[in-house]
Structures are given as C-alpha cells and as structure tokens.
T-cell receptor, first 113, second 116 residues
Framework: EPEVTQTPSHQVTQMGQEVILRCVPI?????FYWYRQILGQKVEFLVS????????KSEIFDDQFSVERPDGSNFTLKIRSTKLEDSAMYFC???????????FGDGTRLSIL | AQTVTQSQPEMSVQEAETVTLSCTYD???????LFWYKQPPSRQMILVIR??????QNATENRFSVNFQKAAKSFSLKISDSQLGDAAMYFC?????????????FGEGTQLTVNP
C-alpha cells in the first residue's frame, strides 16, 4: 500500500538555526498538509497546500514557517529561525481529494536545543 | 470554528472485552466528515474509521464501529473483542466537507490500555 514518507525521522537543531523537514506524499494525491504534535498534547494543524499554493493556514503558521513543493514528489516545511517551542513531532499528510481521509507519514521528531 | 472534545483522558479494557470511547464536537456546518485515528507508542497516526455526516448508517470496520448521533453531535468509537495491539492513544477528528482542502481538527485524545 502506498505510504507517505518523511525524512529525517529525528532532527536535532540549535535554536536560531533553519530546518527543513521533508515529505514525499502518495503519488496521486493532490492535497498536502503539515501538522505538529507537542509531546503529550493533541495534534495541531499548520498548513494545507493545493495546486502549488497554500489553501489554508493556522495561527501557528507564522512568517517563520514556509512550505514548498520543489518538484513533482517532495513537499517541504521550512522553519527559518527555530525556537525552543518548535520542538515537536511534525506530521505530513496527503489526500487524493478533500473527501478522502488524510494519510499520515510516520513523523519527524524535531528537537531544538 | 469547529471544536472536538474527548472527555476521557484514559480508558482501560480487559482483553476480549468491549470498550467505547466518547467524542463530541461543535460545528455549525451540515456537511462534514468524522474520523478516529490511532496513535501507538511509535507515534504513527493510523486511520481507524471514517463517517460521512450525510450518512445515517454507522460506519463499521471489522471490530471497530461508531455510534454517530448527528443531532447530539456525538461520535463514539466501539472496539469489540479488544486485543493487546489496540492499546494506543485514540484521537477523534473533524473535517469540513464545505471547504476545499480542509484541515483536520483533533480532540485531546484518549489513552486506551488493554489488560491481559
């Protein structure tokens, strides 16, 4: 069964550094998402992306965050200047269309030191 | 804005028994989807079951079934014949069908323990 793939599985970064989290969505999917989950808390929506542009973003997704689909397969989340509070599990998800369930990757654990 | 509430932070069940996890939500929309996701200790997010709001029939997936009460805005998950592998955090989630590319809104989660 096709899967959403995320790399790396764990990223450790110094505060203030830039970090890029990578995702390869399922190949025929058109809608892409990033979520985050701070340890012990619920999963929170960050951003959705369709047709090469952001379709929706949350209050969390401020100017420090950006997303890109640099080629036909990858979908990236960039955090420009990381803060301690950015430490979380980041999940990428994709769906074929809006009526279909979102399929999640295994997540990237981001640790900011 | 939609909200999802799971009022049971923790639940436990004996192996082979049945357990029901509760979820309520608040929305002014009439067309939407509801989901249950399972998150084992590995922290993957695994889809368990989906319900379309326009369908009156409750969704069923093997040992998992839901009790969808649209008027009460309630969406509970029943796990029958519980197995040790069912132990996980379970999240209820809402998604609008009226907005393109809509976000999932999650509840706080219920940690399910299965006792042998």
């Amino acid at each position: 069964e096709p899967e959403v793939t995320q790399t790396p599985s764990h990223q450790v970064t110094q505060m203030g550094q830039e970090v890029i989290l990578r995702c390869v969505p399922i190949s025929n999917h058109l809608y892409f998402y990033w979520y985050r989950q701070i340890l012990g808390q619920k999963v929170e929506f960050l951003v959705s992306f369709y047709n090469n542009e952001i379709s929706e973003k949350s209050e969390i997704f401020d100017d420090q965050f950006s997303v890109e689909r640099p080629d036909g397969s990858n979908f990236t989340l960039k955090i420009r200047s990381t803060k301690l509070e950015d430490s979380a599990m980041y999940f990428c998800a994709s769906s074929e269309w809006t009526g279909e369930p979102q399929h999640f990757g295994d997540g990237t654990r981001l640790s900011i030191l | 804005a939609q909200t999802v509430t799971q009022s049971q932070p923790e639940m436990s069940v004996q192996e082979a028994e049945t357990v029901t996890l509760s979820c309520t939500y608040d929305t002014s929309e009439s067309d939407y989807y509801l989901f249950w996701y399972k998150q084992p200790p590995s922290r993957q997010m695994i889809l368990v079951i989906r319900q379309e709001a326009y369908k009156q029939q409750n969704a069923t997936e093997n040992r998992f079934s839901v009790n969808f009460q649209k008027a009460a805005k309630s969406f509970s998950l029943k796990i029958s014949d519980s197995q040790l592998g069912d132990a996980a955090m379970y999240f209820c989630a809402y998604r609008s069908a009226e907005t393109s590319g809509s976000r999932l809104t999650f509840g706080e989660g219920t940690q399910l323990t299965v006792n042998p």
